[in-house]
């Protein structure tokens, strides 16, 4: 069972680059979310989705965005990268039903980020 | 974040020793959280809570959550080495289940053999 599956694990930008953090989950979950976790801060939700085609923002969203088009995927973007986005960041997925998520939330291994 | 506090931020014990955890929030709890993060890697949960008054088990971690002082402790009995790690409480303070977790600082637990 892969679980949740996220790439690349480290990553360095420059000022301004962009890329694309991927998200994939084998379960069959309708939930997924992106929590970015900062030393001493704790995990904070940046966007969640209930659904293929469904997306929320979560408490940060500034500077990301994200796409459902698929059960499985659940990439998230940063368009111009700036220093105040190094974090280390984490997927998520859970099942349940409806748009109100009570269950456990599966976690992959997180992607490390560095923004120089 | 500012709603959740969890204490002590870090604590060492020796093994064998028991120790609790607490989670504090400044809002109404509709359901709390507890995982345990192993470093560089993701989160694994242990259990969760909803109604005032419950407590659960597994294996030798307790959870209970009182509602009315909006707080959980998380306990666990004759401490090993595969306990240490970061635990952390997600609580749902707006009643959007676990689709907006607001998770605590996590407590940093270090067991000595």
């Known amino acids: 069972n892969a679980g949740v599956t996220q790439t690349p694990k480290f990553r360095i930008l420059k000022i301004g680059q962009s890329m694309t953090l991927q998200c994939t989950q084998d379960m069959n979950h309708n939930y997924m979310y992106w929590y970015r976790q900062d030393p001493g801060m704790g995990l904070k939700l940046i966007y969640y989705?209930?659904?293929?085609?469904?997306?929320d923002k979560g408490e940060v969203p500034n500077g990301y965005n994200v796409s459902r088009s698929t059960t499985e995927d659940f990439p998230l973007r940063l368009e111009l990268a700036a220093p105040s986005q190094t974090s280390v960041y984490f997927c998520?997925?859970?099942?349940?039903?409806?748009?109100?998520?009570?269950?456990?939330?599966?976690f992959g291994e997180g992607s490390r980020l560095t923004v120089l | 974040s500012q709603e959740l506090e969890q204490s002590p931020q870090s604590l060492i014990v020796q093994e064998g020793k028991n120790l609790t955890i607490n989670c504090t929030s400044s809002?109404?709890?509709?359901?709390l959280y507890w995982y345990k993060q192993k470093y560089g890697e993701g989160l694994i949960f242990l259990m969760m809570?909803?109604?005032?008054?419950e407590e659960k088990s597994h294996e030798k971690i307790t959870a209970k959550l009182d509602e009315k002082k909006q707080q959980s402790s998380l306990h666990i009995t004759a401490s090993q080495p595969s306990h240490a790690g970061i635990y952390l409480c997600?609580?749902?303070?707006?009643?959007?289940?676990?689709?907006?977790?607001?998770f605590g600082t996590g407590t940093r637990l270090t067991v000595i053999p």
């Open positions: 809570l909803q109604k005032g008054g």
């Open positions: 989705s209930v659904g293929a085609g469904i997306t």
């Open positions: 997600g609580a749902d303070i707006r009643q959007t289940g676990a689709n907006n977790l607001f």
């Open positions: 809002k109404t709890l509709y359901g």
């Open positions: 998520a997925s859970g099942g349940g039903r409806g748009r109100r998520n009570t269950g456990e939330l599966f």
